[in-house]
């Protein structure tokens, strides 16, 4: 079942993200964490795309696999700015050959493109989105921004372009990690008032270090509050007080979401199994309530 549909028929969604392998050990520790994590059932598998050369065949190809061998609902990840509408049009393609439903439709980050291969044909989400709509076939996601996105002028301004994207056929919205629950729900306030009604999927990450979070702090703009900064403070030189510190914040902060009406939760897995297991354990009273 498309992954809009999923959201249609209730109940809570879950679901797990991938990035296509880099190295023969990538590779396999991905598969095995595909394995594992097919057996909790997820409603979608999402797998990410990098905005450069063949990136785009790598996340086409591991959605077919994925689909084909594992039987996984797939979601590819598809960028923009590096493509030309002739280059989107052949990648859907690729995509419908693999019998991959599902586009989370997104514009990239420029300054992961090399200069010579941004292309003129897009220069937001909302116009592949309305492309993507034209040709047809595809249950339609798109990012959104719980803490604004980094590049917005303000929250408002950037929750005036989500409703664009919305609009031109986001069918529904996967946050970007955040570590404060306030933060998406103020958001599914400010958007509801903007008018945006489709399902708003949490994106949850178990931080696995120090340096880690100060890069998403950086480059995300997401904030972390003092309990998740003095845990891993304190975890810092323990690797297994690390990991269970950080999936119970994840876990905390998971059930809180479900109990307070999000539609599911999307984890990051970072092609790892082990947390997001635990995580979907700790999680289960709450999904069901
Ligand atoms: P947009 O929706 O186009 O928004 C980008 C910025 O432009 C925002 O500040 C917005 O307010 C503004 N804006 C939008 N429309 C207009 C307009 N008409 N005029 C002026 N300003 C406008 N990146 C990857 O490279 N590969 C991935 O696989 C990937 N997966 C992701 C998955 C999720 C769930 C999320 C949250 C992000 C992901 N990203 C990925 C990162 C994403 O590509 C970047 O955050 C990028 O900077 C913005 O992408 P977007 O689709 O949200 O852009």
Same mark, same amino acid.
């Given at each position: 079942?498309?992954?809009?549909?999923?959201?249609?028929?209730?109940?809570?969604?879950?679901?797990?993200?991938?990035?296509?392998?880099?190295?023969?050990?990538?590779?396999?520790?991905?598969?095995?964490?595909?394995?594992?994590?097919?057996?909790?059932?997820?409603?979608?598998?999402?797998?990410?795309?990098?905005?450069?050369?063949?990136?785009?065949?790598?996340?086409?190809?591991?959605?077919?696999?994925?689909?084909?061998?594992?039987?996984?609902?797939?979601?590819?990840?598809?960028?923009?700015?590096?493509?030309?509408?002739?280059?989107?049009?052949?990648?859907?393609?690729?995509?419908?050959?693999?019998?991959?439903?599902?586009?989370?439709?997104?514009?990239?980050?420029?300054?992961?493109?090399?200069?010579?291969?941004?292309?003129?044909?897009?220069?937001?989400?909302?116009?592949?989105?309305?492309?993507?709509?034209?040709?047809?076939?595809?249950?339609?996601?798109?990012?959104?921004?719980?803490?604004?996105?980094?590049?917005?002028?303000?929250?408002?301004?950037?929750?005036?372009?989500?409703?664009?994207?919305?609009?031109?056929?986001?069918?529904?919205?996967?946050?970007?990690?955040?570590?404060?629950?306030?933060?998406?729900?103020?958001?599914?306030?400010?958007?509801?008032?903007?008018?945006?009604?489709?399902?708003?999927?949490?994106?949850?990450?178990?931080?696995?270090?120090? %340096?880690?979070?100060?890069?998403?702090?950086? *480059?995300?703009?997401? &904030? #972390?509050?003092? /309990?998740? +900064?003095? @845990?891993? $403070? %304190?975890?810092?030189?323990?690797?297994?007080? *690390?990991?269970?510190? &950080? #999936?119970?914040? /994840?876990? +905390?902060? @998971?059930? $809180?979401?479900?109990?307070?009406?999000?539609?599911? *939760?999307?984890?990051?897995?970072?092609?790892?199994?082990?947390?997001?297991?635990?995580?979907?354990?700790?999680?289960?009273?709450?999904?069901?309530?």
């Amino acid at each position: 079942m498309r992954v809009t549909e999923r959201l249609k028929a209730g109940g809570r969604v879950f679901s797990f993200e991938f990035y296509p392998p880099k190295t023969d050990e990538d590779t396999a520790r991905l598969f095995t964490a595909a394995v594992e994590l097919k057996r909790l059932g997820p409603d979608f598998v999402s797998v990410t795309n990098s905005s450069s050369g063949a990136a785009p065949y790598r996340t086409v190809a591991l959605c077919g696999v994925l689909k084909a061998q594992l039987g996984l609902e797939v979601v590819a990840h598809l960028t923009c700015l590096a493509h030309t509408r002739e280059e989107i049009a052949e990648i859907c393609g690729g995509l419908r050959k693999m019998d991959v439903e599902n586009i989370l439709a997104l514009r990239g980050d420029p300054q992961n493109v090399a200069p010579a291969a941004l292309r003129r044909d897009y220069s937001y989400a909302s116009q592949l989105i309305a492309d993507l709509k034209r040709l047809g076939g595809f249950s339609l996601g798109g990012a959104c921004y719980p803490e604004k996105h980094p590049e917005a002028p303000t929250p408002e301004e950037d929750i005036r372009r989500l409703r664009e994207k919305v609009d031109a056929g986001a069918e529904y919205l996967i946050t970007q990690l955040f570590f404060d629950n306030a933060s998406y729900f103020r958001f599914l306030e400010r958007t509801a008032a903007a008018g945006i009604s489709v399902p708003v999927l949490p994106g949850l990450m178990p931080i696995t270090g120090y %340096r880690q979070v100060r890069k998403f702090t950086q *480059l995300m703009n997401v &904030s #972390v509050p003092a /309990a998740l +900064r003095s @845990g891993l $403070e %304190r975890w810092e030189n323990d690797k297994a007080g *690390l990991f269970a510190f &950080s #999936v119970e914040y /994840a876990s +905390r902060q @998971g059930e $809180e979401l479900l109990r307070g009406g999000a539609p599911g *939760l999307h984890l990051y897995t970072l092609n790892r199994s082990r947390a997001a297991i635990e995580i979907l354990r700790n999680v289960k009273g709450a999904a069901a309530a």
